[in-house]
């Protein structure tokens, strides 16, 4: 198993909601954030979280629809994705930030499409 296993991903309609999930292995991580990734475009920062919870980051687009939120004791982050758009699909990682570790998971993949 990797550092950072993703889960939660599927097909939705627009308009919809999906929880994604990320179970984190070994040390403790600070900063943890989503990424997103579509082919052909590089991986960009959708969201990000400081250990506690209390210094979050949005990409603006998402800002108000995506809620990043940690559960430290049993090492899970989460992204609560709501109003889903068809640009959304993508391929949705977890990983830390600002030095993402070079052993990125599998991902889990969001399709927004009715």
């Known amino acids: 198993q990797g550092e950072f296993v993703e889960s939660g991903g599927g097909l939705v309609q627009p308009g919809g909601s999906l929880r994604l999930s990320c179970e984190v292995s070994?040390?403790?991580?600070?900063?943890m954030a989503w990424y997103r990734q579509t082919p052909g475009k590089d991986r960009e920062r959708v969201a990000s979280?400081?250990?506690?919870?209390?210094?979050?980051w949005y990409k603006d687009s998402v800002k108000g629809r995506f809620t990043i939120s940690r559960d430290n004791a049993k090492k899970t982050v989460y992204l609560q994705m709501d109003s889903l758009k068809p640009e959304e699909t993508a391929v949705y990682y977890c990983?830390?930030?600002?030095?993402?570790?070079?052993?990125w998971g599998e991902g889990t993949q969001v399709t927004v499409s009715s």
């Open positions: 990983n830390e930030f600002p030095d993402p570790s070079s052993n």
């Open positions: 070994g040390r403790p991580r600070y900063f």
């Open positions: 979280s400081n250990y506690v919870g209390d210094s979050v």
